[in-house]
């Protein structure tokens, strides 16, 4: 997709909350630890991907997924790979794995906000991020 645009692609990604959806869709809604579980996966995946590791010369190993061969072909055009952007404003999990491993995030303007992005700048600080680095939408 990245080719195709011409490096405008973006991979925005999150939990899933919407129960109903997904099981329209036919697809599994498993508890909310898993969804994260597999989230996080998800993420290291599409990193391995973009670095052009093809999982052939190490397996990654994973709880709920376990690649043995990463496919990414063509590679992406925006280097070092297409932004992440990350949906949710959960405090302990959403917003560290914004911090972690996004170039934006998607959170609600609700009279909660200030005190989620202080929570981000936490995890930012925590994990040695820039949090000026990540753009909130």
């Not at 697809?27 to 599409?46: A, D, G, V, Y």
């Not at 929570?119 to 040695?128: E, T």
Request: proline letters at 9%.
């Amino acid at each position: 997709l990245d080719v195709l645009s011409g490096g405008r692609a973006w991979l925005g990604i999150g939990a899933a909350w919407n129960e109903a959806e997904s099981r329209g869709l036919g697809i599994p809604f498993p508890p909310i630890k898993e969804r994260f579980e597999r989230l996080e996966e998800t993420l290291q995946i599409c990193l391995a991907m973009w670095e052009g590791k093809r999982g052939s010369e190490q397996p990654l190993p994973g709880k709920h997924y376990q690649p043995q061969r990463l496919l990414n072909s063509p590679q992406s055009l925006t280097r070092p790979h297409p932004p992440i952007l990350i949906g949710g404003g959960g405090e302990k999990k959403t917003l560290r794995l914004v911090a972690q491993y996004a170039n934006a995030c998607n959170l609600f303007p609700t009279p909660e906000l200030p005190r989620k992005l202080d929570i981000l700048r936490q995890h930012c600080q925590a994990v040695g991020r820039n949090y000026d680095d990540i753009e909130k939408t």
